[in-house]
């Protein structure tokens, strides 16, 4: 495998990380074309890109509409053969071994340099998980987050996207317009959302999206 002509999205908020990243990989990557994508929403639009195929997805956690693990869940669940590999701020063992456990084909630490951050991305092309030095897995318990990834990933994209609307607090009015359907398309993508997620109402799937935020950590 030569690891060129790729396509390759950096799905990042932040608009300089995004051009260094891009700019310190491009010459390690001969004629690979970037995307870019600076939300939950943005990313799902580009994955939607015709005739195009991706390689490999950089995330970071954190972005506007991902809620903590739920993207990456939702990408390892409608595109199992895409590796995903997170990069973020946080790096407490407990956030990488949950971004392993989701299926993470890697974790990048925002502090790594672009010498270790080339070193990652190729091993993950050639199909090896890459971690940081030193990181140790600890295992993950069937614990209320992995029960509701669970049944997260049982969700359609388009649900999944209703209920990142909903946690925006949007009407089903509003969604509805913003999407293109109808109310009553809404009414029932509701209905399926609450089945699957096991919730009575549109506060309690709110609720639910909230356990897979990242914890907190004390770093000090």
Known sequence: MKLENLNIIIADDHPLFRNALRQALSTAFDKTQWFEADSADALQSVLDTPNVSFDLVLLDLQMPGSHGYSTLIHLRSHYPDLPVVVISAHEDIITISRAIHYGGSGFIPKS?????????LTAVLFGDIWLPAGAEIVPIEDDDTDKMATKLSDLTPQQYKV??????????KQIAYDLGVSE??????????????????????VIALGQLEMEKVDLN
């Open 184 to 205: 009553a398309t809404i009414k029932a993508h509701a209905t399926a959302i609450f089945r699957k997620l096991g919730v009575r109402n549109r506060t309690q799937a």
């Open 163 to 172: 209920l990142q609307m909903f946690a925006e607090g949007l009407l089903n």
């Open 112 to 120: 790594a340099s672009m010498e270790t951050l080339k070193e990652a």
